[in-house]
């Protein structure tokens, strides 16, 4: 019976492709702060491993140079100041403030992109310090190597998101961020616009004063939300290597050594039925397992018991008249014959059993045959 959990247990557990065991695949390709998600999962495979594409936002827009993780570098991301700021590196910034606006790979509405310091872009610098990004093979951009914790305004503590117009993120020319309804809210409406900058605030966390156009833009952080979403929808399904059918793949199961096959939650459906059978069984014949051998091993010391005090008490009729031993020996024959008695009872039990347990056993083979 052991022989057929353990088959069972191959027959649910084995990859389709290399035969090894199968695990299920828990996922979770952007981060929530524990105090806002319950459960907080990490990947247990890279959930990127089969189609790695790099990050657009976290390269320059011009160079398509990945940006630095700190300032002061060539590539360090770098603002301009235009109606819609924009985030190149910091080489490509210098290189376009030097030549004339006619003829700049920088094209807007607005002349004077480069005509103010530059700052850098610290929302950027913080998400690629936060360890969840790499730079790939090629060094020519930036990849997912861990879940990501979405930054929060400043200001409300929310999370940024594309899914919310309110919550979306508003990059402040000084490099820092809050949320379109922060900024909604703490902006003030100048009297005398200035090249259409109608709109001054002071940055919550280095409090400079700065004027933008618009309530609501286009930016990198934004680019970069819009981008988790994307590859999220793409990585977020697969097809069961059993019955072929695609399936999210938080319901998915993986194998544990190729690390290739994936099985829907059927799979897994019917994993649980297999668990919840073999701990039901399993007691049920582990107690018999232990306690035949321990009631056998009591029944042959007592048959030895027996038989040496049988022959001991038969033994004594040699020393006796012939009435005693007369007596001695019915009485030697009887406990005898109830030993037999006994012993007989508890064979046809025995025999009944090992029957019963044979019979059950050729049902496993007529299943096996039928499947």
């Not at 059918?245 to 319901?251: D, G, M, N, S, T």
């Not at 508890?346 to 029957?355: A, E, H, I, P, V």
């Amino acid at each position: 019976m052991e022989e057929q959990i353990s088959a069972l247990s191959m027959k649910i557990d084995q990859c389709k492709n290399c035969k090894g065991s199968v695990r299920h695949l828990i996922f979770n390709p952007v981060g929530r702060r524990m105090a806002k998600q319950s459960v907080h999962r990490d990947a247990i495979i890279d959930p990127y491993k089969r189609a790695v594409s790099t990050f657009k936002s976290l390269n320059c827009a011009l160079c398509s140079t990945p940006y630095s993780k700190t300032a002061n570098e060539v590539n360090t991301p770098t603002q301009t100041w235009c109606y819609d700021i924009q985030t190149v590196c910091m080489k490509c910034h210098e290189e376009q403030g030097a030549i004339a606006p006619v003829i700049r790979a920088h094209q807007c509405k607005d002349h004077n992109c480069f005509l103010i310091m530059a700052h850098p872009s610290y929302c950027l610098m913080e998400l690629l310090s936060s360890g969840c990004f790499t730079l790939d093979q090629n060094l020519m951009g930036y990849v997912q190597t861990k879940s990501i914790t979405i930054p929060e305004c400043p200001v409300c503590n929310e999370e940024y998101s594309i899914e919310n117009s309110q919550r979306e993120p508003f990059i402040l020319q000084c490099g820092h961020g809050i949320c379109n309804g922060c900024f909604a809210q703490m902006s003030k409406r100048k009297t005398i616009s200035f090249f259409n900058f109608k709109y001054v605030l002071e940055c919550p966390q280095c409090t400079q004063n700065w004027t933008y156009a618009q309530e609501s833009w286009e930016n990198p952080l934004k680019m970069l939300l819009r981008e988790l979403s994307e590859k999220r929808q793409i990585e977020l399904k697969r097809t069961c290597g059993d019955c072929k059918k695609e399936a999210p793949l938080l319901e998915m199961f993986q194998c544990n050594d190729c690390g290739e096959v994936m099985l829907c939650s059927l799979f897994g459906e019917v994993k649980k039925l297999m668990n919840a059978t073999c701990e039901v069984i399993t007691p049920q014949i582990e107690a018999y397992d232990v306690c035949f051998p321990e009631l056998q091993a009591d029944l042959i010391k007592n048959i030895h018991n027996f038989q040496a005090k049988a022959l001991e008490k038969a033994g004594k009729i040699e020393g006796l008249n012939y009435d005693p031993a007369e007596y001695e020996k019915a009485d030697c024959l009887a406990i005898a014959g109830k030993f037999e008695g006994i012993c007989e009872k508890y064979l046809g039990d025995l025999r009944s059993c090992n029957t019963g347990i044979e019979k059950l056993l050729s049902k496993f083979d007529e299943t096996k045959e039928t499947s």
